[in-house]
């Protein structure tokens, strides 16, 4: 299996006035209390968004530091960043000694056209990491006053990424949560997704993150010597909220995220496998016996419209860490 790892709605307040016409920094207007559909930014700011990104990411990941691009992560990404961090300060006080900075070109840029909180949208580029792949990065924040920060990193290998649909004048076009033509709504994704990893059955196409991935764990399920449970559940609140962007062919590229317990017991006699100082760096408790890993992950997956023929989801990556461990 190939899955990239690193590391480890406001209310709106009554208007008094009968009219109220207003023009935020972020290029959205306001009539009568309700905003208009218009672009969540330009080009131009999200290409700064990015930069400002790459260059808080590389600090963090040679110092291991944490306030470094705290500010410019959130969500799933956060989770994964943190524990990241941690874990590397930890076992390596002094900083990452293979650090390599990240450099990304040939970017695209897609800027959706929505009302509302939270404002975001989606780069995707090559990359210095991971040979013949595309590092693709939804950015996302709620009042114009903060920062754009990385909520969902996923990688797209070789030329599996899909075409996003674009207006004439080059807007891409976001699909609500509780959007309907669609095989699936995005907003049931996560729920549907971690439902189908503990019980199977129909909706996700066969793949690595989906039926070989349920094999995998079948198999790892019972070893000689060793239990291992697995305890899957969306996370679809605040800043784990699912994107989802049109594609051309009229169905919906959907980021979600979804957390998952591995939680690993030795018979008597037996030991539990060997744990690597970076996730004893985030375990609380001592592991005699038994061992819980706590991991985040974000996924990218492709809902075709309710119409289309096979209507099953495809899951085409994921990108998790650890982020919590606890021995007992």
Known sequence: MSDFRIGLGRP?????AAVVLSLTASGCVTVHGELEVMPTTTKTQAARALDTFVTAYNKADKTYDRAADAKYVSGALAAIDAAKLKAGRAVSPEGNTNHK???????????????????????????SRIPSSRWVMVFTRDAVEEPWAVSYLTVFRGDTLPEFKKDADGWGEAVAADAGGLAVRPGDLGEKYATYLKDGGDGFADGAYTSEWRASRKKNESRPGLTTQFIDEPLKDGDYAPIALRTEDGGALVFFATRRFEKQTAFSGSDLPAISPSVKALMSGDAKQSATYGFVSNQAAVI?????????VQVLNRVEGITTAEGS
């Open 101 to 127: 900075p990240l450099k990304l070109s040939d970017t695209n840029i897609t800027v959706p056209k929505k009302a509302g909180w939270p404002r975001w949208f989606v780069t995707d580029s090559a990359n």
């Open 304 to 312: 075709p419209g309710g119409g289309s023929a096979g209507g099953a």
């Open 12 to 16: 709106a307040a009554a208007a008094a």
